[in-house]
């Protein structure tokens, strides 16, 4: 069900919602690690979410440079 709603989010609403979500995911696992269990499981696991964030991160970034160009070039050619 949440697959489905993702799916049908714009980009610019999708995104932002993974890249929050990604990042509190791996802080609590971090912090799972470090407080708690000191599994190294955990700390593995959220290497890979705050990996997987920082890519959406770059996404992100860079559809924004891409579009900020395209409407610089629209203006420079109007």
Not at 3 to 21: M, N, T
Not at 26 to 38: E, I, S, V, W
């Amino acid at each position: 069900m949440v697959g489905l709603i993702l799916r049908a989010l714009p980009f610019w609403v999708r995104e932002p919602l993974l890249i929050v979500f990604g990042a509190v995911f791996a802080g609590f696992l971090f912090y799972l690690a470090a407080a708690r269990d000191g599994g190294w499981a955990a700390v593995g696991i959220g290497a890979a979410a705050l990996l997987f964030t920082a890519l959406r991160v770059h996404t992100v970034r860079r559809a924004w440079r891409d579009r900020r160009l395209l409407e610089e070039a629209r203006e420079a050619g109007a």
